[in-house]
């Protein structure tokens, strides 16, 4: 399974359960959430369009960091 890397701007742990919520209801990932360097390294065959369109949701800058 595809591994990938995106930068979140993570300030707190409620930014971070914000991560997890939207990628578990998104499905078909497995995933780390590092806060104190505000990386989220996603498993998944969803398209990086996909993922980062599911952590726009939180509201946070995200970007594509790279394959991991």
């Known amino acids: ?6 930068s979140v701007d993570m300030t707190c742990e409620g ?4 991560v ?5 209801k998104l499905g ?3 995933f780390s959430v590092d806060l104190p360097s505000k990386k989220v390294c996603i498993d998944s065959e969803h398209s990086v369009d996909t993922l ?3 952590l726009n949701k939180t509201g946070k800058t995200v970007s594509y ?3 991991k």
């Open 1 to 6: 399974m595809p591994k990938h890397e995106f």
């Open 65 to 67: 960091v790279g394959p």
């Open 20 to 24: 997890s919520r939207v990628l578990n």
């Open 28 to 30: 078909g990932v497995q």
């Open 15 to 18: 930014c971070a359960d914000a």
């Open 52 to 54: 980062l369109a599911t």
